[in-house]
């Protein structure tokens, strides 16, 4: 082999050809081509023995040369590292510990409307959900709130662009009318979920909170089994010393209607200035079914007769939580977030 081209070809197809399977093979390659003494470098030298004419395509080979070395031992460099993280891995011992990741915890509306739910199947309710598009009917005609009622005010109501017919719920009581409706007595339902009014936005009130409905359908049911189930719930909410009281009320849809009062558990009834120092804090609205609600659904109010509640959750939240500020509550900041574990 006597011409330096001829020489720079035959490395390139030895470099071509060469394939050093494990790293120490890879490292003879590199010092052999590539290293500081590396078979390359004379044939740079050689160019003073290349006709003039053809040094400069000379240059070029010997250059492609170090390129086709370069190229072939990062190639390899990355697959043998690569297959070598296959094998640790197959080494891994899977009975080590994970490494420790954060794990979420409930929001705290949520925290507060599964305790409130979770209370009431204890002893017996099921869970009903419906739609937060509600209808007209199902939202007030049914639930006996009359035509010129206030509640239906433009001001207090979402009803969807053009419509007077379709509206956001206004409260969950639109699922007392869907479940009424819908099955037959007896019926035992709780029902928690999100409802929209239009009310300005503080750090009191918000266009959207969530409430917690309960309906009771069944023969015989009296005033005396809503006061016992509430006194129950109570107990199970705020804890076993604490009192209940009714307060009559108005709602169009129950007859008589109450508010519930409880002891209250920030202060237990020593006067704190969330029960504005009278010792009881409203958790509640409640009352028998009004009859003409039974007959709008299509239930016979001279067999059955029944119960329901109502609550807001977010007020709950705030107080057990002694938060004071309900956008808090919506604005998904997962430093306010990060403060609340499950109270269940
Ligand atoms: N729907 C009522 C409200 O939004 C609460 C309620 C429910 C009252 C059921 C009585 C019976 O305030």
């Avoid at 990062?74 to 011992?93: I, P, V």
């Avoid at 490494?99 to 305790?115: C, E, L, Q, R």
């Avoid at 209250?264 to 009859?291: A, H, Q, R």
């Amino acid at each position: 082999m006597s011409n330096p081209t001829e020489k720079v070809n035959a490395l390139i197809e030895e470099i071509n050809v060469s394939n050093p399977s494990d790293a120490n093979a890879l490292e003879q390659f590199r010092i052999k081509y590539l290293g500081s003494k590396n078979i390359i470098k004379p044939l740079f030298a050689e160019i003073r023995n290349v006709p003039n004419e053809e040094k400069k395509s000379y240059g070029q080979l010997v250059n492609r040369a170090k390129e086709a070395a370069q190229n072939k031992f990062d190639r390899l460099k990355l697959s043998l590292s690569a297959s070598n993280n296959n094998k640790t891995s197959s080494k891994l011992d899977l009975s080590a510990p994970g490494d420790p990741f954060k794990i979420g915890s409930p929001h705290p509306i949520t925290a507060v409307m599964n305790k409130i739910s979770d209370i009431f199947q204890r002893i017996g309710f099921t869970i009903a959900e419906n739609r937060e598009i509600e209808d007209d009917w199902h939202n007030f005609t049914a639930m006996n709130t009359p035509e010129d009622h206030p509640a239906r005010d433009m001001q207090d109501t979402f009803y969807l662009k053009d419509s007077t017919e379709m509206l956001l719920r206004t409260h969950t009581s639109s699922v007392q009318s869907r479940v009424m409706t819908s099955s037959k007595p007896p019926i035992r339902i709780i029902a928690p979920g999100r409802v929209y009014r239009n009310e300005t936005i503080s750090a009191r009130a918000h266009c959207q909170f969530h409430q917690v409905e309960g309906l009771y359908i069944d023969e015989n049911v009296s005033f005396a089994d809503m006061k016992q189930t509430l006194y129950y719930y109570a107990r199970e909410m705020y804890g076993e010393h604490t009192k209940i009281r009714l307060r009559p009320s108005y709602f169009p849809f129950t007859e008589p209607s109450a508010e519930m009062d409880v002891t209250c558990f920030i202060c237990d009834s020593k006067g704190c200035n969330v029960c504005k120092y009278t010792g009881w804090v409203e958790v509640l609205g409640c009352g028998m079914v009004d009859p003409a609600v039974l007959e709008n659904c299509g239930i016979d109010p001279d067999k059955y007769s029944g119960y329901a509640f109502g609550m807001g959750v977010e007020r709950q939240a705030l107080l057990l939580y002694k938060i004071n500020d309900i956008r808090l509550l919506f604005e998904n900041d997962i430093r306010f977030l990060q403060q609340f574990k499950s109270i269940i």
